[in-house]
């Protein structure tokens, strides 16, 4: 099957892993199938290349706004056009509802073919206070609206998105599967984390992912985990911010900022731990969740994506609570008996339903389903 998918980025080479779920759900689909992916932003360069078994065109969009965005769009669709008269897609997959979204639509439409549109971002949330959101831009919110209006089929990775996608159309559950096995079970790295317990947040620092919540919560937590240390993996622009305030709180010496940390390296800090806590304001889905779960570890967390879908092997508490999400910590480590059983069952959940494997096979049905014959 001949597949064109639509993203605002791709990683750059093998080694790359730009958007690592994605990045493997295109590797797995291109062993069986001819996938050229169509990278609106990232890289910033131009010229076709291989990556993950797919074929590349980076449009080399970068920051182009304004009237230069709608030039840098219309070429786009011109570009996947040019190559369906080279070679016929039998399915177009935009990945993000905005920009892909609509190029991907707008190209279907010239070329009479079946488009997905899978909301995998922010794209339909307006977060202003914290400058998050595809809905704080009039032009995106049309973008979006068109996309998911006039696609064959939208899909979502969690209910919290698919409640979003709603308000447009039905939408079809079809996560993004985790490698179960690259991220499996396995042996703590010695010397790796420290504490008791040791506690893990994977994120990039941004307002979104509220490690300010995080970091008055795990405050709250020392009254009765004395020996406990959390452990940020992840970085970006909140990160000062967040360590002048971990100083504030007088827990600098038990907060651990392990910075970027390479995707293949992540299954050692996630089987080290002894709980993911997770404090977003909103996911879409919660690739790190799952990522986790598929190493035995459960998460608690704020009530988005898959944290919510996943309970009762996770346990969910309100955003912005840093009392109610203390409170889930302790009680949560506390009990070492029901951490493992709900380690065990959030494993079991993910191998069953939020696999790569499980997740490419669904999509492929879809393909089938859609694609003329």
């Known amino acids: 099957m001949n597949v064109g998918i639509v993203l605002p980025g791709f990683a750059t080479s093998d080694q790359d892993w730009c958007i690592p779920a994605i990045t493997s759900l295109v590797r797995a689909l291109s062993e069986r199938h001819d996938v050229r992916v169509f990278a609106l932003r990232y890289p910033h360069h131009l010229g076709p290349y291989r990556a993950h078994g797919a074929r590349v065109f980076p449009l080399g969009g970068a920051q182009s706004k304004g009237l230069s965005r709608a030039f840098h769009l219309a070429r786009a669709v011109r ?8 070679r016929s897609f039998d399915v177009m997959h935009a990945f993000w509802a905005d920009e ?48 998911l209006a006039r696609a064959t089929r939208v899909t979502a990775g969690s209910s919290t998105a698919a409640l979003l996608g709603e308000r447009y159309r039905s939408v079809t559950f079809l996560p993004l599967g985790v490698d179960v096995e690259r991220f499996s079970p396995g042996l703590p790295s010695d010397g790796l984390l420290a504490g008791s317990p040791k506690l893990l947040h994977v994120a990039s620092l941004t307002p979104v992912k509220d490690q300010a919540t995080l970091l008055r919560a795990f405050a709250r937590t020392i009254p009765s985990l004395p020996q406990a240390m959390l452990h940020i993996v992840g970085d970006g622009p909140s990160k000062e911010g967040l ?9 600098a010496k038990r907060v651990l900022f392990h910075g970027s940390v390479a995707h293949d390296a992540l299954p050692d800090y996630y089987r080290s731990s002894d ?13 790190v969740v799952q990522e ?20 009762p092997a996770t346990l969910p508490v309100a955003p912005r609570d840093d009392v109610a999400l ?34 490419v096979s669904a999509l492929e049905a879809l393909y089938e389903e859609l694609a003329p014959r």
């Open 275 to 287: 709980l993911l806590v997770m404090s977003s304001l909103y996911e879409t889905q919660g690739l």
């Open 292 to 311: 986790a779960a598929a190493c035995r570890r459960t998460t608690v967390g704020t009530r988005v994506g898959v944290v919510a879908d996943l309970n």
């Open 100 to 147: 892909p979204g609509y190029v991907t639509i707008q190209a279907s439409r010239w070329l009479r073919m079946p488009a997905i549109v899978t909301i995998a971002g922010g794209e339909l949330v307006s977060m202003p206070e914290i400058g998050y959101g595809g809905r704080t831009s009039l032009l995106n919110r049309y973008f979006v609206s068109r996309a």
């Open 79 to 86: 570009i996947i056009f040019s190559q369906h008269m080279r």
């Open 243 to 251: 360590q002048r305030l971990a100083s504030e709180l007088g827990v």
């Open 326 to 359: 203390a409170s889930a910590i302790v009680d949560t480590v506390r009990d070492p008996g029901a951490l493992q059983e709900k380690g065990l069952m959030a494993e079991r959940r993910v191998r069953a339903r939020y696999s790569l494997g499980t997740s």
